[in-house]
């Protein structure tokens, strides 16, 4: 019998990759949270010692190497996750003491008029939807395990806020970011969005929603604010899912449109925010047909088999931002514009594709009985 993508997936990766990422980072956390999820599924300790060896790499005591707690950066908190994970299976307080080394930094992060977390500090005044999916769950997870009523509230104010202030009425998707200050160069002058819904923005958010729905208490005004959010947004997702490949666009509402182009790792967090949010009871299970169709779409268009075992992803959209880095005057602007993703090349076995795909994998082996 042909063994679970999500292990085919995770063991060559573990042959391909022993060491992955040179600094503190959000992709290689991504990747590792999908290993991570494979390793609850399978229970085979091979995964957690492969995490373990990685983070290692930066957690010392109570300090994490190349980390800053002064950029206020959101992508720095990813890895959080990550640390509790590792402190309920190994007892070590080395990760309990840098997850709280993260949570201090949710706790100093500058805000927006509003009170929404800035997604870094240089960039004042702004929400994306990436950081929903960068500190979110974390934040979550803080408040459930130290009794934070008021932690709690305030994840559910940071959902809210960037669903109201980034939601296109006419298609129900989200924008990519929001700048309250309206400053910014791609935000409009009107509402402060950016121009466009690129796909892996609303996959971060709906993973997002999906791993926080599963941390709250079962009975929560948070729950409540959060769960028709979350179905409202993967209704929009659902309503532009490609009608022949049945996978997604990196501009979501914009497909067959020239130079848009179907996208890997888009494609597999709906796939997982779905599944995930059948299981947890949370949508109809329709979105399971959905999830399982796109599945079978990004088995066929993005992932290819080697006879020795390795096992690749294609077809993940590059490092993709907004506006301008301010210690980079020379970088071109990054403007939000349609032409601006689709121009975006494609990687392979990219770290953020793949930890989607992995936890993507998982969550479909889990609803056919194989996990």
């Known amino acids: 019998m042909t063994a679970a993508w999500s292990t085919r997936a995770a063991d060559a990766l573990l042959r391909r990759e022993p060491v992955v990422g040179t600094r503190w980072a959000y992709e290689w956390a991504t990747l590792l949270k999908g290993v991570d999820q494979v390793r609850r599924a399978t229970?085979?300790?091979?995964?957690?010692?492969?995490?373990?060896?990685?983070?290692?790499r930066f957690v010392h005591d109570s300090t994490i190497a190349t980390y800053s707690r002064e950029a206020f950066d959101l992508d720095s908190v990813a890895g959080g996750p990550l640390l509790l994970s590792l402190h309920r299976e190994t007892g070590d307080e080395r990760y309990r003491a840098a997850a709280q080394v993260l949570g201090e930094q949710l706790r100093a992060q500058p805000r927006t008029p509003s009170?929404?977390?800035?997604?870094k500090r240089i960039y004042p005044d702004q929400m994306w939807l990436d950081g929903i999916y960068m500190a979110g769950p974390?934040?979550?997870?803080?408040?459930?395990?130290?009794?934070?009523?008021?932690a709690l509230d305030d994840v559910a104010r940071q959902v809210t806020l960037i669903a109201?202030?980034?939601?296109?009425?006419?298609?129900?998707l989200l924008r990519h970011a929001w700048d309250e200050s309206k400053r910014e160069r791609w935000a409009d002058p009107a509402t402060g969005r950016s121009p466009s819904s690129w796909g892996r923005a609303l996959g971060w958010f709906a993973m997002a929603l999906a791993d926080i729905l599963e941390l709250l208490p079962a009975r929560s005004a948070q729950r409540d604010r959060i769960a028709p959010i979350?179905?409202?947004?993967?209704?929009a997702a659902m309503r532009v899912q490609d009608e022949q490949t049945r996978l997604w666009w990196q501009v979501l509402d914009q497909g067959g449109r020239e130079g848009n182009y179907l996208e890997a790792s888009a494609s597999a967090m709906f796939v997982y925010a779905a599944a995930k949010g059948v299981r947890l009871g949370?949508?109809?299970?329709?979105?399971l047909d959905s999830a399982r169709q796109g599945y079978d779409g990004i088995l066929r268009r993005f992932v290819s088999a080697s006879a020795d075992g390795d096992i690749t992803l294609h077809g993940t959209c590059a490092g993709?931002?907004?506006?301008r880095r301010p210690d980079e005057p020379d970088m071109t602007y990054r403007d939000g514009s349609y032409e601006y993703y689709v121009h975006r090349p494609l990687e392979t076995n990219d770290h953020r594709g793949l930890g989607a795909f992995l936890m993507a994998s998982v969550e479909l082996e889990r609803a056919s009985g194989t996990r």
């Open 43 to 56: 229970g085979d300790q091979r995964y957690l010692q492969y995490i373990r060896s990685n983070l290692d």
């Open 115 to 119: 009170g929404g977390f800035w997604h």
């Open 138 to 150: 974390f934040y979550a997870e803080l408040a459930v395990a130290f009794a934070e009523p008021s």
């Open 164 to 172: 109201e202030r980034t939601r296109d009425e006419r298609t129900g």
């Open 230 to 235: 979350f179905g409202e947004t993967m209704a």
């Open 282 to 287: 949370h949508l109809a299970p329709t979105h």
């Open 320 to 323: 993709t931002g907004l506006g």
